[in-house]
């Protein structure tokens, strides 16, 4: 198994410019998450989907949009892209959203 | 303000001593607590657990012990090894029940061989 996968590693992206962020997992988990991490912090959640077919606001939302494409994927999306926005981002998934959580690699984004 | 946060930014041990990670908490209402492993450039990997309903919890190398009555959350490593060097965040959940999780800011874990 991969466990959580995330593309791209690497982005760097214009202000004002959009851009989806991929997860997928292959756990067969039902919760899935986005996360945010900045220099010195520790993750802070942006939106996270308790199941298929449903997402809610984390922490952090403003700014981006999700999408829970299907059990395995779950995408984040920066429709304007602002330097705050440069950062870390975490995908995580859970069988519920009542267990561990296990993340992804990372997508670091800067953002000019 | 966060509600979890750790009393040592920095730590550093010699290879093979225990180390001895220490958070903080502030939400009486949180009923689950986790320890994340984060090396450099990587995700944050699961170390260990806890519920509410325990004061200790074992698992290969490492303890987790909690203290309710001063909110307080430690992890402990024994005979630290240099793979041990990462970045250690605790977490909390806000409600109980819930799986919602609010990060520390981590510590740093360095392992002098």
């Known amino acids: 198994n991969a466990g959580v996968t995330q593309t791209p590693k690497f982005q760097v992206l214009k202000t004002g410019q959009s851009m989806t962020l991929q997860c997928a997992q292959d756990?067969?988990?039902?919760?899935m998450y986005w996360y945010r991490q900045d220099p010195g912090m520790g993750l802070r959640l942006i939106y996270y989907s308790a199941s298929e077919g449903t997402t809610d606001k984390g922490e952090v939302p403003n700014g981006y949009n999700v999408s829970r494409l299907n059990k395995r994927e779950f995408s984040l999306r920066l429709e304007s892209a602002a330097p705050s926005q440069t950062s870390v981002y975490f995908c995580?998934?859970?069988?519920?959203?009542?267990?561990?959580?296990?993340f992804g690699p990372g997508t670091r984004l800067t953002v000019l | 303000g966060e509600s979890v946060g750790l009393h040592l930014p920095t730590l550093s041990v010699q290879e093979g001593d225990n180390s001895i990670i220490n958070c903080a908490y502030s939400n009486s209402a949180s009923d689950y607590f986790i320890w994340y492993k984060q090396e450099s450039g990587k995700g944050p990997q699961f170390i260990i657990d806890i519920r509410s309903n325990m004061d200790k919890r074992q698992g290969q190398r490492v303890t987790v012990l909690l203290n309710k009555t001063v909110k307080h959350l430690s992890l402990q490593i024994a005979a630290t090894q240099p793979g041990d060097s990462a970045v250690y965040f605790c977490?909390?959940?806000?409600?109980?029940?819930?799986?919602?999780?609010?990060f520390g800011k981590g510590t740093k874990l360095s392992v002098i061989p």
């Open positions: 756990m067969n988990h039902n919760s």
């Open positions: 995580a998934s859970s069988r519920t959203s009542e267990d561990t959580q296990y």
């Open positions: 977490a909390e959940n806000r409600e109980a029940g819930s799986y919602q999780l609010t």
